[in-house]
């Protein structure tokens, strides 16, 4: 059975407003999140007493948007504030709130050449780097709703808060680096091949934490590697994995293979290992069978 503290809370009601407004002056880019939500349990009572109550969070962004032909350069500033008002006071208070000043500059460069005996392939060499500077607020006098841990990905690399929620933003002076090198056919730009690699390195060591976590004060992210290959015709084979350098082991890696003839058929078979976690296959597929009928299907199965 879960523990009930671990089950989680319930969203209701909940507004979200989310702004994009690019082309302002000068090439200026305007954004801005923002939610209002209440977060209720089934177990706010005795014995276990979890906070409940209402949470508001915004985030206005100003970013400048440089590009130039094999080159770009985007800077950006954003303010976060995150207020709550709580049914139960956490250190004798029930409206904490945290805010930050968040700043980023993102950067890329873009190398091309032809190759191949009719000069049919295209070959691209794109570094990455991104540096972030978010200063340190404390914040163990906040809720944890509905924040948690991202999984490090290529994807998580590249943001500027390493948590999912808004619960807990993330001190950060650092800078994430990678680079990627795909293979495409030059006449059609289909892509045969996209290969990357990147890490985060740590010019301070994080600070903020969620209860339970262990902060990583190695100086450096993991290595994340991740490959893509359109094998042949309607086959195609995906592999990542998150290397640890500092015990020179993989804590996170994942295979799968795709079939998809059609837009409307496909079948996939993928292994999964989060080390300490999971060890997983898998299949599935999705089928015709009719003209207005589709099968679906799909069966993980843990090897542990």
Request: no cysteine; aromatic share 12%; hydrophobic share 35%.
């Amino acid at each position: 059975a879960i523990d009930p503290t671990l089950r989680p809370y319930t969203i209701l009601p909940q507004l979200a407003v989310s702004a994009y407004l690019p082309d302002r002056p000068f090439g200026l880019t305007f954004g801005l999140d923002f939610e209002i939500a209440n977060f209720t349990h089934n177990f706010d009572r005795a014995p276990y007493n979890l906070t409940t109550g209402w949470r508001l969070d915004a985030a206005p962004e100003i970013r400048m948007p440089l590009r130039g032909r094999g080159i770009y350069i985007e800077p950006a500033a954003s303010f976060r504030y995150t207020g709550y008002n709580l049914s139960e006071p956490i250190d004798g208070d029930d409206s904490p709130s945290r805010s930050a000043p968040v700043f980023s500059v993102d950067s890329g460069l873009i190398f091309e050449r032809l190759w191949g005996s009719k000069q049919q392939r295209l070959q691209t060499l794109e570094p990455r780097l991104m540096y972030v500077y978010v200063p340190y607020r404390e914040q163990d006098h906040l809720p944890t709703f509905d924040t948690g841990i991202a999984d490090l990905n290529l994807v998580q690399l590249f943001r500027t808060n390493r948590y999912v929620g808004a619960d807990r933003l993330a001190d950060a002076n650092q800078v994430s680096v990678g680079i990627t090198s795909r293979l495409l056919d030059a006449e059609t730009g289909t892509e045969w091949l996209s290969a990357t690699i990147g890490q985060a390195y740590y010019f301070e060591t994080p600070r903020v934490s969620l209860p339970g976590e262990e902060i990583d004060e190695t100086g450096s992210s993991d290595i994340i590697a991740e490959l893509d290959l359109r094998a042949y015709g309607a086959w195609n084979i995906g592999m990542g994995v998150q290397w640890d350098p500092s015990l020179t082991r993989s804590e996170k890696g994942d295979v799968h293979v795709q079939y998809r003839p059609a837009e409307d058929r496909v079948a996939n078979v993928g292994y999964r290992f989060r080390r300490g976690n999971i060890e997983q296959v898998e299949g599935s597929i999705a089928w015709p069978v009719g003209d207005k009928w589709s099968a679906y299907g799909r069966m993980v199965y843990s090897l542990e």
